[in-house]
């Protein structure tokens, strides 16, 4: 059995972890996707009240998919910048999976940026940082946490499934792109 209670087949195993899942649920602890999910409504509310939901609406496609990308590098630079939109362009998706009607899920990237807001980081939700370097470190991060996720056995929708697939492409045609600036 491995340290984190996980067999080798892959399946979850009684004994530390079984006991810390149960004792969670009997105490009410959140569970950090619960939080996660929490901060996701939350931002729904105050970002994109009744009178952003009609501009967004009456919006190009362009100017969204800007607005997506200035929620997560306001201070990117214009490489980075043109990188993202013509990985949107050529995926379909961004990486927040922001689409005119909401989130399609829960993206490693917004992830980072809840765990930034819940560290009360200064500028939380810039994930792409100044830089392309910060850039590239933040979608590496994105990757591996796609392929290393904190819920591994976690039954997914195929609406769902189908979506993250699509994120993952999303940050590797992203990577790509900025490996070559």
């Known amino acids: 059995m491995g340290v984190n209670g996980i067999g080798t087949a892959g399946y979850q195993m009684t004994g530390y972890q ?60 214009q490489s980075v910048k043109d990188a993202w939109m013509e990985t949107v362009k050529e995926v379909g998706v961004n990486g927040l999976g922001e689409t005119r009607n909401g989130r399609t899920h829960i993206t490693q990237m917004y992830i980072q940026q809840a765990i930034a807001n819940y560290y009360g980081l200064l500028h ?38 189908q979506a993250r697939m699509k994120e993952r492409e999303f940050y590797t045609v992203f990577l790509e792109k900025l490996k070559g600036l």
């Open 18 to 77: 079984g006991g810390k899942v149960q004792s969670n649920v009997e105490s009410g602890a959140k569970s950090f996707m619960e939080t996660v999910a929490e901060k996701s409504a939350q931002d729904k509310v105050t970002e994109c009240g009744e009178k952003d939901e009609e501009e967004i609406r009456r919006m190009s496609e362009t100017d969204f998919e800007e607005r997506v990308l200035q929620s997560a590098g306001p201070n990117a630079p």
């Open 124 to 161: 939380s939700n810039d994930i792409l940082g100044n830089s392309v370097e910060s850039a590239i470190r933040a979608t590496q991060k994105a990757l591996y946490d796609f392929d290393h996720p904190l819920e591994p056995g976690k039954v997914r929708s195929m609406e769902e499934q």
